[in-house]
């Protein structure tokens, strides 16, 4: 959302050097050609940079809904181990034996294949 707010700002800060170079180089797009300029910034703006973060975003949820008890895991901050416990926002993780640790579900970065930590 900040590089969001950050794109309009320096479109915004930039608008008018470009409205003064356009009449400086004689021509002029018409209203229709500044709109259609405008629907494919949005357009771009929306492929690049909304979809895939919305998309990450909704995988990320179904990741943090679907975490069960036994299942091995890696958090954002690189720590692996295997789910012991889990509560509404809270999950419990068996780093090493005997050793556990409580994190936030939305820490839990990606779900490794069973055994993994096994090869570790």
Known sequence: MKSIKLLVAALLALA???????????????????????????????????????KRAKEHKSLMSGLNKGDEVV????????????????????VADNVSVRIQKVAVSGALPKGSLKDI
């Open 75 to 94: 958090t954002s901050g690189g720590m692996v181990g295997k789910i012991t416990k889990v509560s509404d926002d809270f999950i419990v993780l068996e």
């Open 16 to 54: 008018p050097t470009l409205a003064m170079a356009q009449d400086a180089a004689g021509g002029s797009m018409g209203i229709i050609g500044q709109v259609i300029f405008f629907a494919g910034f949005i357009l771009i703006f929306y492929f690049l940079i909304w979809r895939p973060q919305s």
